[in-house]
């Protein structure tokens, strides 16, 4: 019941752009999206919900197609400080949040 | 501003020992869980609770015991470790049902059974 993401790992340089996907095979109220550096606690970027509804922040940005039960994450002109794991979250029911495996995103100079 | 604290940041166990990781939150949060996190498995959901009280099975429960007696507090508890508890644990909370609202992490518990 946890959501699928893909790609499982992703290398870049600097400047580069790369999308993150996250597909359910349950009805999602939300999706949340987090980022996690190595030895560190995830750090909330940002939650969408149910109506398509696309949100950013400066360069990442997200969207989440209710009719796929899908969402992704764009990233774009990649920094340094992007590198990290991404994680996306999906409340399969009440308050029952479930997290991906992660993708885990290195940006190169 | 101290956020989501967890204790002890590390701790080793034998196998059959009994221990309990200790939560708190001093943002007023009603929903608070755990997680554990290991390699190639992301995060999994242990244990949550929705306020004082209540508290309701995640994906992987089995070992481990969690009250909320308090809005504050909430902590898990390793009945009798096995080598397959190893791994970091998350203990984090959110303001109100996480569909809307920032789950906020602590900073986690590395626990290592032998």
């Known amino acids: 019941q946890q959501p699928v993401q893909s790609p499982q790992a992703v290398i870049l340089r600097e400047g580069e752009d790369a999308v993150i996907n996250c597909s359910s095979s349950?009805?999602?109220?939300?999706v949340h999206w987090y980022r996690q550096k190595h030895g560190e606690a995830p750090v909330f970027l940002m939650i969408?919900?149910?109506?398509?509804e696309q949100k950013g922040h400066e360069k990442i940005s997200a969207s989440f197609n209710e009719k796929k039960q899908q969402s992704s994450l764009y990233l774009t002109a990649s920094q340094l400080s992007y590198s990290g794991t991404y994680f996306c979250?999906?409340?399969?029911?009440?308050?029952?949040?479930?997290f991906g495996a992660g993708t885990r995103l290195t940006v190169k100079p | 501003n101290a956020g989501v604290t967890q204790t002890p940041k590390f701790q080793v166990l034998k196998t059959g020992q009994s221990m309990t990781l200790q939560c708190a939150q001093d943002?007023?949060?009603?929903?608070m869980s755990w997680y554990r996190q290991d390699p190639g498995m992301g995060l999994r959901l242990i244990h949550y609770?929705?306020?004082?009280?209540?508290?309701d099975q995640g994906e992987v429960p089995n070992g481990y015991n969690v009250s909320r007696s308090t809005t504050e507090d909430f902590p898990l508890r390793l009945l009798s470790a096995a080598p397959s508890q190893t791994s970091v644990y998350f203990c984090?909370?959110?303001?109100?049902?996480?569909?809307?609202?920032?789950?906020?992490f602590g900073e986690g518990s590395w626990l290592t059974v032998v």
């Open positions: 979250g999906t409340e399969i029911w009440d308050n029952d949040m479930r």
């Open positions: 943002m007023n949060h009603e929903y």
């Open positions: 969408l919900l149910k109506g398509g």
């Open positions: 349950k009805a999602l109220y939300s």
């Open positions: 609770s929705v306020g004082a009280g209540i508290t």
């Open positions: 984090a909370s959110s303001r109100s049902r996480v569909r809307w609202d920032t789950i906020y």
